[in-house]
């Protein structure tokens, strides 16, 4: 049986690990985001994701060297996100250690370089993050730009498109459910697993291991979470007890286990 993976998510903003709730970032978890990779390597995770969320475009230049540095020192698969507008920039990240790249806003406003990279790099690099929203209808709607720019496209339709011009893999995530405590977006999120034959990575909203297990119930091939796992000790390994007790495949000890 295909093994459920574990992530875990740095949030960065100015280069330092930040808590995120309903995508504000406030409080500084770790100032040196290779103190959660040394921590991460020894308690079992299987991938870690690594995202840009400071609003100026200035902070590309030391987010890439975070990820160079955070690179030595990982030793599983390393994904990284955030103003990836341009080939040169992304070929920099990639040239910096990170095995695959998440791409948000250039799906509504650059796709010709989605395209472009998922032929270059191949289809596996290419991380399309959905974030999606509720409206004051309580419409879902997909958010680009950080969460600052609502679309007019739900979640399915996003998927669709985001397969189409050639990601490999989905990251959802929910700005009402993100750092809320209350698990992830079930509803939308079974909607999407539904609709695309992709892995979906389940994201936002996780404040007790049933949460990562009700993620993948409902479809997600992987279960991520960010600020649990920066303020419980050995967070990733309980959190794999966990899901095997509850008969859900998963590596005893990362990428490297059984």
Known sequence: MLKKRLIAVLILRQGQVVQSIRFKHTNVIHYDAVHAIEAFNKWAIDEIVILNVTREESSREQFAEVVSNVSRQCFVPLTAGGWIGDEDYAKRLL???????????????????????????????????????????GTVR????RGRKMTNSDPVMWAHKSRDLGAGEIFFNSIDHDGARKGYDLKTLTEICGAVDLPVIAFGGVFKWDHLAEGIGVGAEAAAAANIFHYTEQSTKKAKSFLANAGIPVRKEGRHGA
Not at 142 to 145: S, Y
Request: some cysteine; hydrophobic content about 40%; charged content about 35%.
């Open 142 to 145: 997909v958010a680009v730009d």
């Open 95 to 137: 040239r910096s250690g990170a095995d695959k790249l998440v791409l948000n806003t250039a799906v509504a406003d650059n796709p010709d370089l989605v395209r472009t990279l998922s032929k270059r790099y191949g289809r596996q690099c290419i991380v399309a993050s959905i974030d999606v929203k509720r409206d004051e209808e």
